[in-house]
């Protein structure tokens, strides 16, 4: 399963360096990434959330993990805040840089990455506490507070809080979302074939989104590392801390404590690249956060799976 996820992103890479060798501009190979970024996220996104938003599980375990994952990526979001607006004054980084480590600071490929390790560990359970962590957090926050994130430190400026909602409820996905849970509660059945074809397109999505970090992959300077190396310790280091003490004020111990925790410790979310792309916060500093701490988050998984 890991082992899948390194090639995936090794792929990637070797892609990037055949296209340069024959010959193709990097601007040329950026431009086709993000005519693929595009499709995924106009055209493919949109069925997967229906598809899990029909889908999602309920009850009172789950609401404690909501609790628990809304007030550690909250959290996550405000700590990264505030150190990035004092070593922006002092480093002068650009905003658009800020909002993309800000944005991969917080929020984590909790579905892509962490459901398949949950399920692999702990069954039909792990993947429930999986799809809560996802659904009931990690996913109304992304289209929220990121998209608000991004909308305010990328190139658009000029924006209020009215014409920020009415941007959110234009993007594609939130409606695959408000629509699957529509069919939800009013008992809609949606037939087991078109689920189960969403569920395979969705597997290929994320094989195609770690390609597609891989391709994106560029040198990272010492000194852009040591600027994003505040967010990749909140991401993979301070939101497990905040889990665990959060779970414990709100009694939750073994499986779903567990969860969260995993589900804290996922590298930067896959969607950041898109997000870049829409809000224009940087495009680079969100490839670099996801590229690293996806290394570095498995590199640490694999130890505790080896060790304990």
């Given amino acids: 399963m890991l082992s899948n996820i390194f090639l995936y992103l ?50 009172m375990s789950h609401i404690k993990i909501s609790v628990v994952a809304n007030l550690t990526i909250l959290s996550a979001v405000g700590l990264s805040l505030l150190i990035y607006k004092r070593i922006g004054k002092i480093k002068g980084i650009k905003s658009e840089i800020i909002g993309s480590l ?10 892509y990455i962490g459901l398949p390790i949950l399920t692999e560990l702990y069954g039909d359970e792990g993947m429930s506490y999986a799809f809560t962590y996802d659904f009931l957090a990690s996913t109304p926050l992304t289209w929220t507070v990121a998209v608000l994130l991004c909308m305010k430190y990328g190139r658009a400026k000029a924006i209020k ?19 699957g849970f ?43 590392f040591f600027i994003a190396l505040p967010a990749i310790g909140i991401k993979l280091l301070v939101s497990p801390i ?7 004020l709100f009694g939750l111990s073994d499986i ?9 410790s996922m590298p930067s979310m896959l969607l950041s690249m898109i997000f870049a792309t829409a809000f224009g916060v940087d495009m680079r500093t969100a490839v670099e956060m996801i590229f690293l701490t996806t ?5 640490l998984i694999s130890s505790v799976f080896l060790f304990f």
């Fill in 10 to 59: 090794l792929a990637g890479l070797l892609l990037r360096v055949l296209l340069t060798v024959i010959g193709i501009s990097a601007e040329n190979v950026d431009r086709f990434r993000s005519r693929i970024n595009y499709v995924v996220f106009y055209y493919i996104i949109p069925f997967v959330c229906l598809k899990t938003a029909y889908s999602m599980p309920f009850g």
């Fill in 102 to 111: 800000v944005m991969c600071s917080a929020f984590g490929n909790v579905l």
């Fill in 161 to 179: 809080i009215k014409d920020s909602f009415l941007t959110i409820l234009k993007i594609p996905p939130i409606w695959g979302l408000l629509l």
């Fill in 182 to 224: 529509l069919m939800r509660e009013v008992h809609i059945d949606i037939p087991s074939i078109i689920l189960e074809s969403i569920g395979v397109v969705s597997g290929y999505v994320t094989s195609l989104m770690l390609v597609i970090v891989g391709l994106s992959i560029k040198a990272v300077t010492p000194e852009r």
């Fill in 242 to 248: 905040l889990a665990f003490i959060y779970g414990n």
């Fill in 256 to 264: 779903p404590l567990n969860v969260c925790l995993i589900e804290a």
């Fill in 295 to 299: 290394i570095f988050s498995l590199v």
